[in-house]
């Protein structure tokens, strides 16, 4: 039944405005529009919906993962844009933090 259905990703926020600037200006995801008060862009012909909720609490786990063809050359270019990527004990990172 939804195993031909188009996958909607929905990351949950309470600072709407820094997180559509991140998602938007940051990763440079095109705004498709905006609905109910949440902010949906494009990522490769699917969406991500930042939706906005009261109150969040801070996670230890990765909650969307993008598939790209330069893993270095993605994280460069992050990394200039001022993201910092997270570096985990006992696991083997590069220079750039790459596993």
């Known amino acids: 039944m939804l195993s031909t259905a188009k996958l909607q990703t929905i990351i949950l926020t309470s600072r709407m405005a820094e997180a559509r600037r991140f998602y938007e200006n940051v990763l440079g995801l095109p705004l498709k529009g905006v609905s109910d008060g949440a902010f949906l862009f494009d990522v490769g012909g699917g969406d991500l919906r930042l939706s906005p909720v009261p109150a969040t609490a801070e996670t230890e786990h990765t909650l969307a993962g993008f598939s790209v063809d330069n893993l270095e050359t993605v994280v460069g270019e992050l990394c200039e844009r001022g993201v910092r990527f ?5 696991f083997p990172h590069d220079d750039c933090g790459i596993v």
Do not use: D, P
């Open 86 to 90: 997270e570096r985990f004990v006992g």
